[in-house]
């Protein structure tokens, strides 16, 4: 790799290291795992660089990268344990609300209940605001694959949050 390709590679990871975080964490909900699967994607993409870099999509690659990742890290005996210790959210500020971070949380826990493939096309395509084509493109699926699991990904989260809430009302009958 050559100084000029090695700086535009250190620019394009430093301005998106955060947004990679985030979206690994969506994807295994847990804080370790998704430095790990972080670590994982950049290095691959480092190898790969001159290919990733002619993609037409580079952020739908590198997104693609961190899905597989996730894919064969669960695939992994040693990545079958579960963490115990749930995120901190840093509840004195001000810009975020108790019940959002409540929201977020049960959301997070529905997500993390669905099949990986299912959970890693729900993150690419909503989280990671990815097209249809892109989603399908980064997981290597058809695009019909894509659209199928991300209705049924969908529909198993209506219905989780629908037995979540009976759940909550019998509680409180």
Request: aromatic content about 8%; some cysteine.
């Amino acid at each position: 790799m050559n100084k000029i390709d090695e700086s535009e590679f250190r620019e394009f990871v430093t301005t998106r290291m955060d947004a990679w975080r985030r979206a690994a964490y969506l994807l295994c909900r847990d804080w370790h795992g998704a430095d790990d699967l972080v670590g994982i994607m950049v290095g691959r993409l480092y190898r790969h660089w001159s290919l990733a870099s002619r993609a037409d999509s580079l952020d739908a690659y590198v997104h693609g990268i961190l899905a597989h990742a996730f894919l064969d890290e669960r695939r992994r005996p040693w990545r079958r344990e579960t963490a115990e210790a749930e995120p901190r959210y840093d509840v004195t500020n001000p810009d975020v609300s108790m019940y959002a971070i409540e929201d977020r949380s049960a959301m997070l826990a529905l997500v993390q209940q669905l099949p990986a493939r299912r959970r890693a096309v729900i993150v690419l395509r909503f989280y990671c605001d990815l097209s249809v084509a892109q989603t399908a493109s980064a997981l290597g699926l058809s695009e019909g694959t894509v659209k199928s699991q991300c209705a049924r990904g969908l529909e198993t989260l209506r219905q989780l949050m629908v037995t979540q809430a009976n759940h909550v009302v019998e509680e409180w009958i």
